[in-house]
């Protein structure tokens, strides 16, 4: 006896989503990301959109929600760039290096972009490969990369020297024309930091002091030392507002 063609067929159960407050709006997300679901349908769209709205505002505060969201927007939307890279970025922030691996990659082969290069490499280094992290970061063209992601890489390769105990070449590392001890972009606080904490670990502890300061006053003049996230402006001679703090 034939059995009824359903009970060969295999059962897909539907993952509950999680909850979006209804103030939140696919306005919420950024243009560019909005942009990217134009391939979906009208409602799918709107949907993954919220998802990723989330998943932005949650990413700091409550990672492991954050990254729930990016899952539902994924099973919605896995094969739209921007949503593979949200779903990377939360999986490296609650520290599923794999899965951020592969998130990475499926990202890169669909967006032709190497914009997120510097979490490849450190989520190499989560899975204890630093090694492969290195040879991930060399394979980079680095005058393709804007200055921020050539920051953020020269970091993560300065942390994968670090992981080979290859101090001096750390420091290496972060030898870049990035470096200006006189100027504060954004990335500037995160790379003085790097910088001196390598300082600190090869005993250089003067020149380690200087970065630190270098650092903080960095911070302070893009407005980063208080409890907003944003930069209020983009460049500033540290010389000058350490002048104007004296006055």
Do not use: C
């Not at 190499?124 to 991930?136: I, N």
């Not at 930091?193 to 911070?219: C, I, K, N, P, Y």
């Not at 003049?221 to 001679?237: K, P, W």
């Amino acid at each position: 006896m034939d059995r009824p063609r359903s009970e060969f067929a295999p059962v897909r159960e539907r993952v509950p989503e999680p909850e979006i407050p209804e103030e939140i709006t696919p306005r919420d997300l950024h243009p560019a990301a909005r942009n990217e679901l134009k391939t979906l349908s009208k409602e799918n769209a709107e949907q993954v959109a919220r998802h990723l709205a989330m998943a932005a505002r949650l990413i700091d505060e409550d990672p492991e929600r954050a990254h729930e969201h990016a899952l539902a927007a994924s099973r919605r939307a896995g094969r739209v760039a921007v949503v593979r890279e949200t779903l990377a970025i939360t999986s490296y922030r609650i520290g599923d290096f794999a899965l951020a691996l592969r998130e990475l990659r499926t990202y890169r082969r669909i967006s032709g972009k190497d914009d997120q290069i510097a979490l490849i490499v450190d989520s190499e280094r989560g899975v204890g490969r630093p090694d492969r992290a290195l040879e991930e970061g060399r394979a980079v063209e680095r005058s393709s990369l804007t200055p921020a992601a050539r920051v953020a890489l020269a970091i993560a390769m300065s942390g994968a020297r670090l992981d080979r105990g290859e101090t001096e070449l750390a420091l290496g590392e972060l030898e870049i024309p990035e470096l200006d001890p006189d100027r504060a972009f954004e990335w500037s606080p995160a790379l003085f930091s790097a910088r001196a904490a390598v300082l600190e670990d090869l005993g250089r502890t003067d020149e380690a002091a200087f970065w630190t300061q270098r650092a903080e006053a960095a911070a302070s003049a893009l407005g980063l030392d208080d409890d907003e996230d944003e930069i209020i402006i983009e460049e500033t001679e540290l010389e000058e507002t350490e002048e104007e703090n004296e006055d």
